[in-house]
C-alpha cells in the first residue's frame, strides 16, 4: 500500500533511538509565484535571500515576545525529546521539538547573540546557508503546531511558534508551501479552503436538506446567506461534502433545529479554518479572520457560532477578538465566538433535546481530543472546559463510552499527525508515521473495551484519521464527528 | 596591595557590571517586546491570581518538567534548591550582622552543597548516556555542568579539604562594597572557586542561563486565559487596522 515502512502498532509505546535523516527527504510542495502573490510574498527565491531572511528574523523577534524569549530560554534539558509524535513515529533526531528549534535557533545565534558571533562552535551557531535552509523547509513542516511539547517544557516553550516564524521567514524570501499557500488564495478570492462557488455551496446544502427529510420525515433547514438570522455558523468546508465532517454538519442543523433559533451559514466567511496561522502571517491570518466580521455586519446576525474544528478554533477562540474585533455589534449576552459543542451542552444541560442513545449502540465509542482544541483553546467558563464538554454530549448521545489512556488524551493528547498545513498527499509517509502513538492508543482500547469508533472535533483529524487508520489496520469509517452521534440520537420534533 | 587581590577586585566589579548591565538589558527587551496574540498553554488560569499560582508552582515545583520527566525533575530540582541554599548561605559574606534567617540555615547549607553537586552529576549523566539528550547537547552545555561542578566542587573542598581564612574573605568582599580594598587570601583553591564564580557571572546574560529571567516572561505560561472577554491587541497590531 505505501512506498515506505509503516510503523508497527507495539503493546506498550517505546521511545525510539535517534535514526540520523530518516526523514530528510520529506518535503511538501514548494507554491509557484500565482500562489504567492495573493499572499503578498516574493513568487521564487529572492537574489539577497540571506540578507532578507536575517532582516525578517530581526524583525520577528522584536515583534514576538514568545520567539525572543524561548530562542533564548532552552537549557537544552532534554524533556521535550520524546513528547512529540513525529519523532515517536519517524525516529528523527532532527523531529525532537528541541532540535526542531535549534535548526532556527542556531541561525539567530549565528547572527543575533555574543556567543554565536564570536564562538559559533561552542555553541553551535551557523550562518543560514542553503543546506539549513533546506533543513527549515524539511523539518519546519514536519511541525503540527500541535503544543506536545509547549505542555512539558519547564518554561513552556512552544515549537509552534518556532515553526510558524520560521515558515513566515521562508515565504518572506520567496519559498512558500504549496498546500498552505494556494488555500489561503482560495479563501480570498471564494471563501473557502475547497473553492466552492456561492451556487455549489447553495446546491450542496438543499441536498443535505433532503438527506435529512427523507430520513426522518423532518424538514430541517439548512441555510445560507440569510439576512436577519440570529446566528451566523462559521464551520469547515470540509463539512458541506466530506465524510464524516457532513454528518456533524447535518447534526448541527438539527440542533438548531430543536432550539428554534434562526441561523445561517455565509457564502463570504464559508470557511472556519484559517491556514494564515500556519504560515505564522498575522496579516494573512487577519485578513481571513475580517470575512467573518464582514459576514456578521452583512447579515446582522447577534451571534457567532463555530463547527467542529481544531487549529480553526484556536484561531476563533484564541485570535478572532484580537484579529477582527471588537464585536460589540453582537448579543453581549453570549461569548463571541462560542463552539457548537458550548451550543450543544448548554440545550442537553436544559433537558432542551431529546437525545435516544441506543441509536448509536452499534458503536464503542472513545474520543480524540484534537490539539489545539485541548492546549489552545477552551470551552466554557472553566478551565479543562473543552475536555469535558464534548466528552458529555458523546455520553448523552450513545451508550458505550471509553477514554484512552492518560497519557493520551486531554492535555497530554497527541496530534492526528496531520495538523498545522500538512494534510497533503505530498506528506503522506510524514501524515503516518505522525500517527502512530494515536493509533497505537487507540489499539488498547480496542482491545481493551471492544471500542469500534473514534470520535472527533476537528475537519483535519477527521479527514487524516479517515486517510492513514487504514495503514494500520482500522476501518477508514471508524472515525467519526461528534455531532454525528448527536445526529444520529436526536428525535426531532419532541419539544416545539 | 597584592597584586592577585587588585586583579580580583577588578574582576569582580567588572563582572558585577556585566550581570547587572547584561541582565538589565534582556529583561527590558523581554519586557517591551510585545506579546501580540494570546498564546497560554491551556488548560490555563482564567484570572491573574490564577496565573500568579501557575508560576508559583511552575518556578518551586518545576511543574511541568515533573509532568514530563521524573529524572530531569529529580536532578533539576536537587541541583537549583540545592544552589539556591548555598547562595543563600554565602550571603553571610556580605552581611555584617549576619541576618539570623541566614545563620539558621548555614547547617544546611552544607548538605545543600552535596545535593546540588549530585544534581548537577545526575544532569549531566543523562547528556552523556541519553542518545536524544546526547544529540541536543553542544559543547556549551557541557561546559556549563562541568562551570557549576567545579563551582560546587571547589567550594566543598574548602569546606572538607583545605580549609581558608573566611574572615578575611568576608573582609574583602566588605571592603569591595564600600570601594575599601582588602587583601584577600591566596589560597589557589579559594583562587579558583572565585574565578569560576566570576566567569559564570559574566557568561550569565549571553548564555542559556537566560532561562532564569525567561521563565517570567513566557506568553504560554504567565498569560490569563480570557481572550473572548477582553481584547487584546499590541501595539503593532494596532497599527494595521488603522
Ligand atoms: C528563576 C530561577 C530558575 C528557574 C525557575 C530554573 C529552572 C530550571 C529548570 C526547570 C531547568 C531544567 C531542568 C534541569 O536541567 O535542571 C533548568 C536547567 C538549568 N538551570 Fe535553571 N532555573 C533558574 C535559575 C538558574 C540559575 C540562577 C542558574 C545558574 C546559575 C541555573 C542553571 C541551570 C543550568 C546550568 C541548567 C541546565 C542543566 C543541564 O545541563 O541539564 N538556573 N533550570
Ligand atoms: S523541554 Fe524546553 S528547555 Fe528543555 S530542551 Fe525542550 S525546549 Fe529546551
Ligand atoms: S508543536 Fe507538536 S509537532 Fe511541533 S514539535 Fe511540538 S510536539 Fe512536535
Known amino acids: ?496 | 596591595m597584592p597584586f592577585l587581590t587588585i586583579v580580583y577586585a577588578l574582576l569582580f566589579y567588572v563582572a558585577t557590571a556585566l550581570l547587572v548591565v547584561g541582565l538589565a538589558s534582556k529583561i527590558r527587551q523581554y519586557a517591551k517586546t510585545p506579546a501580540p496574540l494570546k498564546i497560554p498553554t491551556t488548560p490555563a488560569p482564567v484570572t491573574r491570581t490564577g496565573v500568579v499560582m501557575r508560576m508559583f508552582r511552575e518556578l518551586v515545583f518545576f511543574e511541568s518538567l515533573f509532568k514530563s520527566n521524573k529524572w530531569i525533575w529529580i536532578f533539576g530540582w536537587m541541583f537549583h534548591y540545592g544552589m539556591f541554599l548555598v547562595l543563600a548561605r554565602h550571603l553571610r559574606y556580605f552581611t555584617d550582622p549576619v541576618w539570623t534567617w541566614v545563620d539558621l540555615i548555614q547547617p544546611f547549607g552544607m548538605y545543600a552543597a552535596f545535593a546540588m553537586s549530585a544534581g548537577l552529576l545526575g544532569l549531566w549523566a543523562r547528556r552523556i548516556l541519553v542518545d536524544r539528550v546526547r544529540y541536543i547537547s553542544a559543547l556549551s552545555d557541557h561546559l556549563m555542568l562541568a562551570l557549576l561542578f567545579a563551582i560546587a566542587g571547589t567550594g566543598l573542598m574548602m569546606d572538607y579539604v583545605t580549609h581558608t581564612d573566611i574572615v578575611a574573605v568576608k573582609a574583602f568582599f566588605r571592603g569591595l562594597m564600600v570601594f575599601s580594598w582588602q587583601p584577600l587570601p591566596q589560597d589557589p583553591v579559594l583562587l579558583i572557586h572565585l574565578a569560576l564564580v566570576a566567569i559564570l557571572m559574566i557568561i550569565f546574560p549571553i548564555s542559556k542561563l537566560l532561562h532564569a529571567p525567561g521563565v517570567f516572561f513566557s506568553p504560554t505560561r504567565n498569560q490569563v486565559d480570557n481572550p473572548r472577554e477582553k481584547r487584546h491587541l499590541s501595539a503593532w497590531a494596532a497599527e494595521l487596522e488603522k
Open chain 1, 1 to 496: 500500500m505505501a512506498d515506505f515502512e509503516v510503523p508497527e502498532l507495539k503493546e506498550y509505546p517505546v521511545i525510539p533511538h535517534i535514526q540520523e535523516g530518516t526523514m530528510a527527504h520529506s518535503k511538501p510542495f514548494v507554491a509557484k509565484e500565482q500562489f504567492q502573490e495573493p499572499l503578498g510574498f516574493p513568487g521564487e527565491l529572492v537574489d539577497n535571500w540571506q540578507q532578507v531572511a536575517y532582516d525578517k528574523m530581526e524583525e520577528l523577534t522584536g515583534k514576538y515576545r514568545s520567539l525572543a524569549v524561548f530562542l533564548d530560554s532552552c537549557v537544552k534539558c532534554g524533556a521535550c525529546t520524546d513528547k512529540c509524535h513525529y519523532y515517536l513515529g519517524t525516529s528523527d533526531p532532527k523531529n525532537m521539538p528541541v532540535a526542531r528549534q535549534d535548526l532556527f535557533r542556531k541561525v539567530y545565534r549565528r547572527k543575533f547573540t555574543f556567543a554565536g558571533k564570536y564562538f559559533p562552535k561552542l555553541v553551535g551557531a551557523v550562518d543560514l546557508t542553503k543546506d539549513v535552509l533546506d533543513d527549515w523547509y524539511s523539518y519546519f513542516h514536519q511541525c503540527s503546531q500541535c503544543r506536545r511539547c509547549s505542555v512539558f517544557c519547564p518554561y513552556g516553550i512552544d515549537t509552534a511558534e518556532i515553526s510558524m516564524a520560521a515558515r513566515e521567514v521562508m515565504d518572506s524570501i520567496g519559498v512558500g508551501q504549496k498546500y498552505c499557500n494556494e488555500i489561503i488564495a482560495k479563501v480570498y478570492k471564494i471563501g473557502n479552503n475547497l473553492g466552492l462557488p456561492q451556487p455549489a455551496l447553495v446546491d450542496t446544502l438543499e441536498g443535505l436538506e433532503e438527506d435529512i427529510e427523507d430520513d426522518t420525515g423532518v424538514k430541517v433547514r439548512l441555510p445560507v446567506d440569510e439576512k436577519g438570522a440570529d446566528i451566523l455558523v462559521v464551520t469547515p468546508s470540509a463539512d458541506f461534502f466530506a465524510e464524516p465532517h457532513v454528518d456533524g454538519l447535518m447534526g448541527y442543523a438539527k440542533v438548531f433545529h430543536e432550539a428554534g433559533v434562526s441561523w445561517t451559514l455565509s457564502s463570504h466567511a464559508s470557511e472556519a479554518a484559517n491556514f494564515g496561522m500556519f504560515i505564522g502571517s498575522y496579516e494573512n491570518m487577519r485578513k481571513v479572520s475580517l470575512r467573518i466580521r464582514e459576514a456578521a455586519l452583512d447579515l446582522g446576525v447577534k451571534r457567532i457560532i463555530f463547527g467542529e474544528c481544531g487549529h480553526a478554533w484556536r484561531v476563533a477562540y484564541s485570535f478572532l477578538n484580537t484579529l477582527a474585533g471588537p464585536f460589540d455589534f453582537l448579543d453581549p449576552k453570549y461569548p463571541v465566538p462560542m463552539h457548537i459543542m458550548e451550543f450543544t451542552y448548554d440545550l442537553i444541560q436544559r433537558g432542551a433535546l431529546t437525545l435516544d442513545k441506543s441509536a448509536n449502540d452499534d458503536m464503542v465509542l472513545t474520543y480524540h481530543d484534537s490539539c489545539n482544541v485541548a492546549r489552545a483553546s477552551r470551552m466554557g467558563p472553566k478551565p479543562g472546559g473543552q475536555f469535558i464538554l464534548p466528552r458529555e454530549v458523546i455520553k448523552a448521545s450513545c451508550n458505550h463510552f471509553y477514554d484512552m489512556p492518560q497519557d493520551t488524551i486531554h492535555e497530554a493528547t497527541y496530534c492526528c499527525g496531520g495538523g498545522g498545513g500538512l494534510l497533503t498527499d505530498d506528506l503522506m509517509e510524514l501524515r503516518v508515521k505522525g500517527a502512530l502513538p494515536r493509533m497505537e492508543a487507540l489499539k488498547y482500547v480496542v482491545e481493551k473495551h471492544g471500542v469500534t469508533h473514534m470520535a472527533a472535533i476537528c475537519a483535519i483529524c477527521k479527514s487524516q484519521f479517515a486517510k492513514v487508520m487504514p495503514y494500520y489496520g482500522f476501518q477508514m469509517d471508524s472515525i467519526v464527528s461528534v455531532h454525528q452521534l448527536v445526529s444520529n440520537a436526536i428525535v426531532l420534533g419532541n419539544k416545539q
